[in-house]
């Protein structure tokens, strides 16, 4: 396999890391990189050749909104595809299958599929949501399934396995007015906050102003702060962020359909 496209929408990086890791499997000579994460990253483009690996994490079950704008411009004249669904130990639900049916819409023959675990975006050192996920284990699994991609690639099957999820896809809530807030004592102004953001919604000046109705809740601000001078404390946040912590304690593995 010469070329392996790597398109990937990953705000806190576990969907990056697990595609990266497939990547590597597949043992492609050359890995291209799509980021769709920032704000402006559209990639008009058509792929004529090699393999795609197309992550993204799942948020309430389904594809992130944002994410499925900025997979539209990426068009493929049919060649293969492996799907993966980045979740935080809840349930993944129909986010793949909804990133198979826009796939196929874009010209991609779905060969593969995999659903990992990623340290959950509401993850806080004092409420972990499978923390430290995708770990060495689940690295080890992601690099393995590449090499099974790379086989049925290499025998030239071409079939759609089956994946787990539903159509029509669960309801897609709808988020906004929930945002990080900024420790004014703590914040520096260094504008790391606002340069990670998926959606354009911080802005840095004279203080931090973050545009509620923009944010979707990824948490990539509070990681990248320095000086931890970003939290989510919303109550709303608090809440889910408990209720997760208790339920979805039990490490929960990755899957593959293939
Ligand atoms: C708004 C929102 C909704 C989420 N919904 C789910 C979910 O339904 N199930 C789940 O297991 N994890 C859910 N997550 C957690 C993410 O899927 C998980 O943290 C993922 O690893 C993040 O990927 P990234 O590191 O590439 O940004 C959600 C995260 C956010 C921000």
Redesign the pocket.
């Known amino acids: 396999m010469q070329t392996a496209h790597l398109i990937?929408?990953?705000?806190?990086?576990?969907?990056?890391?697990a595609a990266e890791a497939i990547a590597q499997g597949v043992g492609a000579s050359k890995v291209i990189h799509y980021d769709l994460?920032l704000p402006g990253a559209t990639f008009d483009t058509v792929l004529t050749e090699g393999v795609a690996v197309i992550?993204?994490?799942?948020?309430?079950?389904?594809l992130?909104e944002l994410c499925l704008q900025r997979l539209q411009a990426i068009r493929a004249t049919r060649i293969p595809a492996v799907l993966v669904?980045?979740?935080?130990?809840?349930?993944?639900?129909d986010?793949l299958v909804e990133l198979r049916d826009l796939s196929v819409a874009k010209g991609f023959d779905i060969i593969a599929a995999g659903a990992f675990?990623?340290?959950?975006?509401?993850?806080t050192p004092s409420q972990p949501?499978?923390a430290g996920?995708?770990d060495a284990e689940d690295l080890k699994k992601a690099v393995q399934f590449g090499r099974q991609v790379a086989g049925k690639l290499r025998s030239g099957n071409p079939d759609t396995p089956d994946m787990d999820g539903h159509v029509p896809y669960k309801d897609r809530p709808k988020?906004g007015g929930k945002a990080p807030q900024t420790d004014v004592g703590q914040c520096i102004l260094c504008g790391k906050c606002a340069a990670v953001c998926p959606s354009g919604a911080i802005t840095v000046a004279d203080s931090v102003t973050t545009d509620a109705e923009n944010c979707?809740?990824?948490?990539?601000c509070t990681r990248a702060c320095d000086n931890k001078a970003r939290s989510f404390t919303h109550p709303w946040i608090e809440e889910k962020r408990a209720i997760?912590n208790k339920n979805?304690a039990e490490p929960k593995m990755p899957e593959i359909f293939i």
């Open positions: 990937y929408f990953s705000p806190t990086g576990t969907t990056r890391k994460t992550g993204i994490p799942v948020y309430a079950g389904r992130p669904a980045l979740y935080g130990n809840r349930e993944f639900d986010a675990i990623g340290e959950h975006s509401f993850s949501i499978a996920r995708p988020f979707i809740m990824c948490c990539a997760l979805c």
